[in-house]
């Protein structure tokens, strides 16, 4: 991926050596940072010092599988220093991580924010956030076409769908820990991460 930036918020990248998701028929947009999901009903939630950068909790990718349909698990630290540093994600955040898998001859991906909660999120912060992930996911993959709750991995999954074919995922994990996806392609990767995780209630 190359570098993205929608509007104002963060910045994220594929690590160079990699063939870009824009080679096959999706946006690279798609790939959503965890600050291009912040809602305005996360204010009240404690921020971060102003300057102080929010932890990278490389722990939480050990939810993630290591290798995703014979996809090895990346990650970038250029990126992650980026979002670090945002002051949005720091009213709702106590820490994040993010990984990426992606297919170099298809282009299919999955792009994964974990996103610790400094508090819980009300019902409508929540779904605000999924709308604010899913309309950043979607603007440049030909607008938000629809929405959808299904069972996956023994979680209730909140999914959306862009007309250009990227799909997202959003389910609260046990322990406070929202997880995020978009992803691209016919190896359904997107739902290939959900069906990776611990059941619920193992951790």
């Not at 965890?34 to 809602?39: D, E, I, N």
């Not at 540093?85 to 991906?109: C, E, Q, V």
């Not at 862009?162 to 959003?170: D, P």
């Amino acid at each position: 991926m190359t570098l993205l930036a929608l509007d104002l918020v963060a910045c994220g990248s594929i690590p160079s050596s990699q063939p870009t998701p824009a080679q096959s028929s999706s946006q690279p947009s798609a790939l959503v940072t965890p600050t291009q999901a912040v809602s305005s009903h996360a204010a009240d939630a404690t921020a971060s010092p102003i300057g102080s950068a929010i932890p990278v909790d490389t722990g939480l990718l050990d939810r993630l599988p290591r290798s995703l349909d014979g996809l090895e698990r990346q990650t970038d630290p250029s990126v992650d220093t980026t979002i670090a540093r945002d002051a949005n994600l720091a009213m709702l955040a106590r820490s994040f991580a993010t990984a990426l898998y992606i297919d170099p001859k298809s282009g299919d991906f999955a792009y994964v924010s974990l996103v610790r909660l400094a508090q819980t999120l009300s019902e409508e912060a929540y779904r605000d956030y999924r709308d604010s992930f899913d309309e950043a996911a979607c603007a440049q993959a030909g607008g938000r076409s629809g929405t959808a709750i299904a069972t996956l991995g023994g979680r209730q999954v909140d999914i959306g769908t862009c007309a250009g074919g990227v799909t997202t995922y959003h389910t609260l994990l046990d322990d406070g820990v929202i997880l995020a996806v978009s992803a691209l392609g016919q190896r359904k990767l997107g739902e290939k991460v959900l069906a990776s995780l611990a059941p619920p209630g193992s951790s």
